[in-house]
Nanobody
Framework: VQLQACGGGLVQAGGSLRLSCAGS????????MGWFRQAPGKEREFVAR????????FYADSVKGRFTISRDNAKNTVYLQMNSLKPEDTAVYYC????????????WGQGTQVTVSS
């Protein structure tokens, strides 16, 4: 599956952004989807995950209560709604697809930059 992420930008602290990740090439509902981020000089870290059926979501503690992951399988798209943004949320955000039954993210999008100013 090919993934295309978009929606990043520059926002002030306390603001909101919604990232989108569109999938193509395969049946989107065959994949659990995740968002990850990588800040300058840091390793990539997990942000959020949603199961193929949308019934299960999971968040990193650092974003719990502020970010919401969702998906629309009819539109082959996964979203990350980010509220109450903080400067430490600044990073390149990546979406990734985990095939059902496979415990690893096999496909990655190109990343979208999120910058939160203080």
């Amino acid at each position: 599956v090919q993934l295309q992420a978009c929606g990043g930008g520059l926002v002030q602290a306390g603001g909101s952004l919604r990232l989108s990740c569109a999938g193509s090439g395969q049946t989107f509902s065959n994949y659990n989807m995740g968002w990850f981020r990588q800040a300058p000089g840091k390793e990539r870290e997990f942000v959020a995950r949603i199961s193929w059926s949308t019934s299960n979501t999971f968040y990193a503690d650092s974003v719990k209560g502020r970010f919401t992951i969702s998906r629309d399988n009819a539109k082959n798209t996964v979203y990350l709604q980010m509220n109450s943004l903080k400067p430490e949320d600044t990073a390149v955000y990546y979406c990734a697809a985990e095939p059902r039954g496979v415990v690893r993210y096999a496909y990655w999008g190109q990343g979208t930059q999120v910058t939160v100013s203080s």
